[in-house]
């Protein structure tokens, strides 16, 4: 009866904690959403253009 019972509540166990798995993997995927959008306004923005068009002028400059 004692085995019985541990089998049945670890089954109970990792139905209950299946979910938060999914719930877990959208909290994730959407904190990587927002943070690619922080990210692109910030590139987007005139100084940090600026910055990398200078960086990269100097890469290629000093390629060739």
């Known amino acids: ?6 089998r049945r509540f670890t089954r109970v166990r990792q139905g209950a904690e299946a979910g938060m798995t999914t719930a877990e993997y959208a909290v994730g995927t959407l904190a990587a959403c ?5 990210l692109l306004a910030v590139v987007r ?12 002028t100097a890469a290629l400059g000093a390629a060739g």
């Open 1 to 6: 009866m004692k085995c019985n019972l541990a």
């Open 34 to 38: 927002a943070f690619a959008a922080v």
């Open 45 to 56: 923005s005139g100084g940090v253009k600026s910055a990398l068009a200078v960086v990269i």
